[in-house]
């Protein structure tokens, strides 16, 4: 809570918080003026832009998802016109099958097969949690430096007997920030973080069901998030969105074994609305310990070697 002197808290989550403090001093976070979010210097894509092609061989295809698209057709959202699987689709002529999904406020890097042998095999590797997924999320209040979060899921629309499943989430805080305006009157200031969620199992909605389960909801989280909250933060930052991001996924290769690892590249997309309002975002002065982004997500890093334009970091080796 703002005003606090707390020391940074370690532990694991099992069912609820609990752990130990560490032995560091505090760092109290640099205060700035309320700002909202920059203009981007280049304009933003038009809805009707093609798909992010990150990387491509015969065998499967990473794009980059854009906030606001499901990833196929489904009655759940009738009124919906952006899919990626039509869209890419048609974009390259042939058909093809998802692997995983990312909800539909979320953006970031997503894999798909270019034939049902892939298919199968990548469906497999995600299901047998082979492969590694790297999100960032802005969390409400300072979370803990570094949380283990094991807390057992039950689908959202199972029926309340229905079991459980476990569900694993390891969650790292890579910046703090205080915002020197209160949305509690009780508080001088409000504060959020910068996360990093690493998911070790692939439950629905499970880093924002593990996020809300730990007290720090994820800002503009329509369903697991505060409402008023949300709104309020919106006000300030200059648009309402979903700030959670898909940022790398590593995997073997589906018919090589090759390992793979597939990161959104922020230097290379600055052109892409949603890395606009990312890079914005951690822009703003104020942030404690920024050092913590990735290179390819830091708002102050310019585009490195790679394919011009590509948009994505990969290497050969998972690490």
């Known amino acids: 809570m703002a005003g606090s002197t707390a020391l940074p808290y370690t532990g694991v ?12 001093a505090y760092t109290h976070a640099l205060m700035f003026q309320p700002s909202s979010i920059p203009s981007p210097a280049q304009p933003p894509e038009p809805d009707d832009a093609p798909l992010h092609i990150l990387w491509r061989d015969e065998h499967l295809v990473a ?15 009738a009124h919906e016109t952006r899919f990626v699987l039509q869209t890419l689709r048609d974009q390259l002529g042939c058909h093809v099958y998802p692997a995983h999904r990312l909800d539909k406020g979320t953006c970031g890097v997503l894999v798909m097969a270019l034939h ?12 047998g949690q082979e492969v590694r997924k790297q999100y960032l999320a802005l ?13 057992a899921l039950r689908p959202d629309d199972a029926p309340e007997d229905a079991p459980a499943q476990p569900a694993q989430t390891s969650l790292r805080c890579l910046a703090r920030l205080e915002w020197p305006e209160a949305f509690d009157p009780r508080h001088a ?3 959020i973080s910068l996360v990093e969620a690493l998911p070790a199992t692939g439950r629905r909605h499970q880093i924002r069901r593990h996020l809300k389960h730990v007290a720090h909801p994820i800002i503009g989280d329509a369903t697991h998030g505060k409402g008023p909250l949300n709104r309020w933060w919106a006000e300030r930052l200059g648009l309402q969105r979903l700030w959670l991001h898909a940022h790398a996924l590593e995997l073997a290769h589906p ?4 390992p793979l690892r597939f990161e959104a590249d922020w230097r290379q997309l600055g052109h892409v609305a949603d890395v606009q309002h990312w890079r914005a975002l951690c ?4 942030w404690q310990a920024c050092a913590g982004l990735p290179a390819t997500a830091r708002p102050d890093q310019t585009a490195s070697a790679g394919a011009p334009g590509s948009g994505c970091s990969i290497s050969g080796a998972a690490t």
């Open 189 to 191: 200031a409000t504060r």
């Open 13 to 24: 989550v099992h069912g609820g918080l609990h752990g130990r403090w560490a032995d560091s």
């Open 139 to 151: 969390v409400r209040g300072w979370l803990p430096d570094a949380v283990e979060v094991d807390h």
């Open 255 to 258: 018919m090589t074994g090759e």
């Open 63 to 77: 794009v980059y998802k854009p906030a606001g698209w499901l990833v196929h057709r489904t009655g759940l959202d």
């Open 283 to 286: 822009a703003l002065p104020g």
């Open 116 to 127: 049902a042998q892939a298919a199968q095999r990548l469906g497999q590797a995600f299901a």
